[in-house]
């Protein structure tokens, strides 16, 4: 399995990567049954453990794609994505076709099922990133073990990564008057993605 990424959009830094991932974590993860595809939209973690990098997260028991996981010869596909916006070719100084720009991560490893105590790790995990900084947070040390039992109602998972690749589509390709006209016009565009993506082509051009 591979992604299409044009020389000048290959990245490789996976410490930028991983802070990607990082800010990104609403993922999509896709496996197969019987040769059809099958995906589900999630909220994911990364860590490290040891030498190694795990995407973990949990889905619902009655969703069937947690079952394919089972299958230790198939591989499975995460799909991270960031700011994507319409670049005019309007904004160039000489013709050319209008472009997408975006930022896109796929990441392949394996899967396997974790146990009640991995998951409950997990959910505590979880809960202290999202809740931590509230009122009343509603971290798992809180929570009634009424509410708790509902962990039985999902199935926690846990992705070895084996290979990263990632496509930073951000008009590297273009000359640097171009670059900050680009920019320029991205922060005029009333789309909040264009100004996230202009954003990101800012703080790329100050690295």
Known sequence: M????????????????????????????????????????????????????????????????????????????????????????????????PTWNYQAVHVYGTATIMNEQELEEDLRLLLQKYERHRENAAVWERLSSQTKKQIKGIVGFKIKIEEVQAAYKLSQNRSDKDYHNIIDQLQKEENVHAHQVAKVMKKRDCT
Do not use: C
């Not at 991983?18 to 589900?40: H, L």
């Not at 889905?59 to 198939?74: G, I, R, S």
């Open 2 to 97: 591979t992604m299409y990424i044009p020389k000048h959009f290959k990245a490789t830094d996976f410490d930028e990567i991983r802070e990607f991932i990082q800010d990104n974590s609403f993922g999509t993860i896709v496996t197969t049954e019987k040769g059809k595809p099958i995906a589900t939209h999630l909220p994911l973690e990364l860590h490290k453990q040891g030498g190694a990098y795990y995407i973990t997260g949990h889905m619902a028991y009655a969703n069937p794609q947690w079952k394919t996981f089972e299958d230790d010869n198939d591989q499975v596909l995460v799909m991270y994505q960031g700011p994507h916006t319409y670049v005019s070719s309007s904004w160039y100084q000489s013709e050319n076709v």
